[in-house]
């Protein structure tokens, strides 16, 4: 049995947390400097530990938002959406609840194609109608809620872009059936 004990002692060392000890605000610049190196995994990994640690630290606060964002940049829609709702629901007076309505919007719809939308010359008005109107009213939401906000004025841009989309798409289902 001691042999044992060492074994598992040694085994223990090996995959010791070398974040212990560490402060609220180094977990949050530790998770923030992997988001900016795009290394998404580790930022996630890095946040929960800070949330986890530090639940109603400042610094976890902000992590609740940067989770979203990681999220969406991993291409993981659900999960972003899901971290933006939790977001509002558990913090609605969050100085920087405006950002999370822009960002909820980006993840409904994001309009940049990127190169392969770009090569293939994708036409917006075949996509997911739901998705787009999700996407406009979650930035109604945020012009009517924060008029003021830093991102009303491109979420304004973003909805009438959005309400050109929606127009085509219907003309694209009358020329349909006129056609039929």
């Known amino acids: 049995t001691v042999v044992c004990l060492i074994l598992l ?3 223990a060392s090996v995959d010791e947390d070398k974040t212990k000890d560490w402060t609220e605000e180094q977990l949050y610049y530790a998770g923030k400097s992997d988001m900016d ?3 998404y995994d580790r930022a996630i990994l890095t946040y929960e ?3 986890i640690r530090y639940p109603f630290g400042i610094y976890s606060l902000q992590a609740k938002i940067d989770i979203a964002y990681v999220y969406w940049k991993k291409g993981d829609e659900v999960k972003a959406l899901a971290a933006c709702e939790r977001f509002l629901r558990e913090h609605p007076d969050h100085l920087n609840v405006d950002y999370v309505y822009y960002l909820k919007a980006l993840i409904f719809f994001n309009d ?3 190169l392969k939308g770009l090569v293939s010359n ?3 008005t075949v996509l997911d109608p739901d998705r787009i109107k999700e996407a406009f009213f979650t930035l109604k939401d945020l012009v009517t809620r924060f008029p003021g906000s830093k991102y009303a004025p491109d979420s304004i841009s973003r909805m009438r872009y959005l309400m050109n989309v929606l127009a085509l798409h219907e003309l694209n ?3 349909h ?3 039929v």
């Open 9 to 11: 002692s040694s085994c």
């Open 37 to 39: 190196g795009k290394f």
């Open 49 to 51: 530990k800070l949330n």
């Open 112 to 114: 940049d194609p990127g």
């Open 122 to 124: 994708k036409d917006l």
């Open 173 to 175: 289902i009358a020329d």
């Open 177 to 179: 059936y006129y056609r």
